[in-house]
């Protein structure tokens, strides 16, 4: 079974919360979900990956059968850190052991799962208005929402 996983998240620098948003989509169902993060981000690119994590998580908790995801995200840093793109990494001064704990529970979610991930980065704000572009907004907007949220409840 093949599944289609957007994701995206937002991040409020002084307060250090976090909150993403996903839609995965296959032939058997469609799960939309979004949230906050119970844990404080550091930074963007960790609130990215974490939301990836998130998403892969509830999928492949939920179903069995899976055999391929594809992750649709607007964050190429998150691939970088999720992959170890040492190339990118360094690209972007993004620090390859900053992310370590994060590759970790990337692969303890995978480990005992028998599929396979690929990465797809998409253009975020596109405006082209095709399927994928509407998902990915859905989820910029479900995501910015969800930290407003705990944004005025901090403030």
């Known amino acids: 079974?093949?599944?289609?996983?957007?994701?995206?998240?937002?991040?409020?620098?002084?307060?250090?919360?976090?909150?993403?948003?996903?839609?995965?989509?296959?032939?058997?169902?469609?799960?939309?979900?979004?949230?906050?993060?119970?844990?404080?981000c550091f930074s963007p690119d960790d609130?990215?990956?974490?939301?990836?994590?998130?998403?892969?998580t509830v999928i492949l908790k939920a179903h069995t059968g899976i055999t391929k995801i594809i992750v649709?995200?607007?964050?190429?840093?998150?691939?970088?850190?999720?992959?170890?793109?040492?190339?990118h990494?360094?690209?972007?001064?993004?620090?390859?052991?900053m992310y370590a704990h994060i590759r970790q529970q990337y692969h303890l979610v995978l480990s005992s799962k028998k599929c396979s991930v690929e990465f797809r980065h998409v253009k975020a704000h596109s405006g082209t208005g095709d399927k994928?572009?509407?998902?990915?907004?859905?989820?910029?907007?479900?995501?910015?929402?969800?930290l407003r949220i705990v944004v005025k409840n901090v403030a």
């Open 47 to 56: 609130a990215e990956a974490k939301c990836i994590i998130n998403a892969l």
């Open 89 to 97: 990494l360094k690209k972007y001064r993004v620090s390859v052991k």
């Open 132 to 146: 994928r572009s509407y998902v990915n907004e859905w989820c910029d907007k479900e995501a910015k929402r969800q």
């Open 1 to 40: 079974m093949l599944v289609t996983i957007n994701t995206d998240a937002s991040f409020h620098p002084q307060l250090k919360h976090g909150a993403y948003a996903f839609w995965a989509v296959c032939n058997d169902f469609k799960i939309t979900k979004s949230g906050v993060f119970k844990s404080k």
């Open 72 to 87: 649709n995200t607007d964050s190429l840093n998150a691939i970088a850190i999720l992959t170890k793109d040492i190339y």
